[in-house]
């Protein structure tokens, strides 16, 4: 049963239910970028990206990665485990694009093997910014070991997702991860959508993500749609 809101961020509400282990999760269809300065409503945004997210955490469930998905419940909300969340973003490159080429001699474009894993302290205060195991450790976010063990879980939902959008001429250059603690265990948290990865079209390399919101590139709920027609088609049936 949906209790209080919990939490309302820029894309997402969190409910409470009379669960304490369970929380609902709500896609709303509203979207920011550059920490908030831009703002935008999309119809079905949010519909289109909790469907990719629910057939994505489904998938990796299937392939044995732990993640806080348990169900939907309508076509905006799913049920997740409430976890205790790790505040770092976990950020894994295959191709280079965004603040990579803008801040370091990257090429848009550019093949990045082995995969690049970047970690973001996850605080709209300071920025989000960059951060190393060194500072992970001294803030407390998180132990050593649970660190590698986020660096392990990551790469393999990389080489699940990066095998999957293949097959559905989808290129995966960059995508955020965020973990959390439950039950004594790491799992993945958050969504895996087109607000959070980025989604190349593998023949015309157009963007089928929120780059498209970003830097005015076209019809954000078009490529949204299309993004969903090959990741979860039978919605559309
Ligand atoms: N990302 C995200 N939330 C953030 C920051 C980044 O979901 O707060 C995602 C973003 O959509 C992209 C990837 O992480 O798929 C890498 O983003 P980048 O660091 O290039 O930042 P941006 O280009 O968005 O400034």
Redesign the pocket.
Same mark, same amino acid.
């Given at each position: 049963m949906k209790l209080l809101e919990l939490y309302s961020g820029k894309a997402k509400t969190v409910y409470k239910t009379d669960d304490p282990e369970k929380l609902i999760m709500e896609f709303r269809n509203s979207l920011t970028a550059f920490d908030g300065k831009k703002k935008s409503e999309a119809p079905k945004k949010g519909y289109y990206n909790a469907q990719i997210a629910a057939k994505l955490l489904t998938l990796l469930e299937d392939k044995g990665i732990k993640t806080h998905f348990n169900s939907m419940i309508s076509d905006t909300e799913m049920v997740v485990d409430a976890v205790d969340i790790i505040k770092i973003?976990v950020?894994v490159r295959n191709i280079a694009?965004?603040?990579?080429v803008r801040k370091y001699p990257f090429k848009t474009g550019q093949k990045l093997d082995p995969p690049i894993l970047v970690f973001d302290y996850k605080s709209d205060v300071h920025g989000?910014p960059m951060i190393n195991d060194d500072i992970a450790l001294a803030l407390g976010l998180a132990t050593g070991q649970e660190l590698s063990e986020i660096r392990e879980i990551a790469l393999s939902i990389n080489s699940i997702l990066v095998d999957y959008l293949d097959k559905r001429n989808l290129l995966l250059p960059?995508? +955020?991860l965020e973990f959390g603690r439950y039950k004594g265990k790491i799992i993945l948290a958050d969504e895996i959508s087109c607000?959070?990865?980025?989604f190349w079209d593998k023949t015309t390399g157009e963007s089928l993500d +929120?780059d498209v919101f970003r830097f005015d590139k076209g019809d954000l709920v078009a490529a949204y749609r299309e993004v969903a027609r090959r990741i979860v088609p039978e919605i559309f049936k």
């Open positions: 973003e950020i694009a965004g603040s990579l989000d960059d995508f +955020k607000d959070t990865c980025r +929120k």
